[in-house]
């Protein structure tokens, strides 16, 4: 009962803040090649935070991130009472080289927030990916092709990474698809994988 509540209350936000968003559709991302909206959350301060995944370009207001060579994630902070972009990032791709060599992309599956306004992200990426000056590379390949990893990271309420972590099995594929926040700043993920995926030296 519990767990239908919070999705019923989940819904109802997000359906709140999608409508303030297109009531202003200048301020809604705009994206060239495919792009979308992953998740929506409140920083508990007037302003909500998006994040989705683009290629090749995207507009939010009269923030334009760098474009994408591939599919990556952006987020950013929207100031519910004023209707602007306080600022918008992008997952920036890193090119890998070596044995390594692969094209890079990433991608964010969900979103949440704490009661100080910062913004935690859950996704997954090939190659090599940055948050600010952090970079994370996935050393996972069978001969030419790539497996995914999944990642954490924690945004700052002005848009700085404060940390951002790799996770993920020896081999195959794993995806981060959720995370939850508590009010003591315990982060919680739920993630899919083909095997026992490591976190440190837990499983």
Request: hydrophobic share 40%; charged share 15%; with cysteine.
């Amino acid at each position: 009962m519990a767990l239908v509540v919070l999705m019923s209350t989940y819904n109802a936000q997000l359906s709140a803040q999608f409508s303030l968003l297109y009531e202003h559709e200048d301020e809604f991302p705009q994206g060239g090649g495919n792009s979308n909206v992953r998740a929506v959350s409140d920083d508990y301060h007037g302003s909500s935070f998006m994040a989705g995944v683009f290629a090749t370009s995207l507009t939010l207001g009269n923030i334009t991130p760098t474009n994408a060579t591939n599919a990556t994630g952006y987020f950013g902070k929207f100031n519910n009472g004023a209707f602007y972009w306080a600022w918008a990032k992008k997952i920036t791709l890193v090119t890998t080289s070596g044995t390594l060599a692969y094209t890079s992309s990433s991608d964010i599956r969900d979103a949440a927030s704490d009661a100080a306004g910062n913004l935690y992200l859950i996704g997954s990426y090939i190659g090599g990916i940055k948050f600010d000056n952090i970079a994370l590379t996935s050393k996972k390949t069978n001969g030419s092709f790539a497996y995914y990893d999944m990642y954490v990271a924690k945004i700052n309420a002005n848009g700085t990474c404060a940390w951002a972590k790799s996770f993920g099995t020896k081999n195959g594929s794993d995806w981060g698809q959720a995370i939850a926040v508590d009010g003591s700043g315990n982060v919680y993920v739920l993630s899919t994988k083909r095997q026992l995926v490591l976190f440190g030296s837990s499983s």
